[in-house]
């Protein structure tokens, strides 16, 4: 199960930072994302970071964002700053996590926090 929190109300240049954690029976967590859906918008990729560390960014969100995750934990954190109203939108959690008696991963996903940036 993944828990998703962070989400507010933030004026834009401002910042914030979101928190998803996995609970459960894992074995291991490959790579760790975020996406966003705005209102009336599809849902979008924003950021990923492997286990090894690696991360990739979408452009519009490149050097303002920051992914980074705590094995120990189970945990991905995404910093947002500098935000514009145009970052508002529900912030999705999303790993690939492989559990007892699988064989394969599977793709699990947190319920969303809202992240809303006033102008």
């Known amino acids: 199960q993944l828990q998703a929190s962070g989400g507010g109300l933030v004026q834009a240049g401002g910042s914030v930072r979101l928190s998803c954690a996995i609970s459960?029976?894992?074995?291991?967590?490959?790579?760790m994302n975020w996406y966003r859906q705005a209102p009336g918008k599809q849902r979008e990729f924003v950021a990923s970071?492997?286990?090894?560390?690696?991360?990739n960014y979408a452009a519009s969100v490149q050097a303002r964002f920051t992914i980074s995750r705590d094995n120990a934990e189970n945990t991905v954190y995404l910093q947002l700053s500098s935000l514009k109203p145009e970052d508002t939108a529900v912030y999705y959690c999303?790993?690939?996590?492989?559990?007892?008696?699988?064989?394969?991963?599977?793709?699990?996903w947190g319920q969303g926090t809202l992240v809303t940036v006033s102008s």
């Open positions: 999303n790993a690939a996590v492989l559990t007892p008696g699988s064989y394969q991963f599977n793709n699990y």
């Open positions: 970071v492997t286990s090894e560390g690696r991360t």
């Open positions: 459960g029976s894992i074995v291991r967590i490959n790579a």
